[in-house]
């Protein structure tokens, strides 16, 4: 199954629809039951759709780009654009030719800024950097997965996430250095040509962090994800290590007015939806 992306360049809100890009490829990373949750994962997009959804906020535009594994985001800015988060390996020459064939310049994504350390999120950093030439950027609390190349421990809270759990340490990817170590609880992204701030939202990790556009959006990798039988409910994720923790930085995130929040699983979610659920029970 083959699907065709297109971004169209010149519309306020623009949104278009393909078939999920089914890959298998002969050898995930990894174990060989990561290869049967990649099958698994296949499989499951025979009955589901990959997309690209784009919008406008003031100057800067968003592009989301949907896999079965994950979602990654473009934010373009004066002078080009910022990808948070990278999806997973196996998507990465896929995703390289989809963003080529739409005509967005690789060599103008300035910065490769990772929300946490989970390798549906980094997998394909150290692939796109080699493409792009910008620097991958991660919290420091969460440096040790991409360095590793493998995922962050994992905090199940029931069953299900500790047999999910057991799937997902299995899996692995090569792994690399960070070029730029976030610090502290929050950082400007101007340099790189967005109006936005990179904010420390722990919870699901201890180095989960967020992209703020003040009153526009809050894109949060998996603070808050669609709910598993309803993606656009918003939800806790799996593997929370401080429900306290996400809580809070949900309301840290409520400071800066975004009206909507974009997830790395599910969604988009309206900020009321979230803060109703998070905060008000």
Known sequence: MNGTLTVPPDLPVRKVYSCFYLHIPHRSPGYPIAEFMVLASAVLGLALRCRVKGRKLNNQSIVALTF???????????????????????????????????GIDLSKIRLILLTHGHIDHFGNALRLKARTGAPIAIHELDAEAPRKGRNMPLHP???????????????????????VLLKGDEGDLEQYGIAAKWVRTPGHTDGSVSIALPGEAALVGDLVVGRFNALKRPAYPFWVKDEHQARESIRKLLDYAPTTFLSGHGGPFKADGVRGLFLEK
């Open 157 to 179: 809270r029931n069953t299900f996430e500790k047999v999910l759990g057991f799937f997902a340490s299995k899996t692995r990817t090569r792994g690399f250095e960070p070029d």
């Open 68 to 102: 079965i594994s994950g979602r990654a985001y473009l934010i373009q800015g004066k002078d080009g654009w910022v990808l948070a988060d990278t999806s997973s390996p196996w998507n990465g020459p896929r995703l390289v030719r989809r963003l080529e064939r739409q």
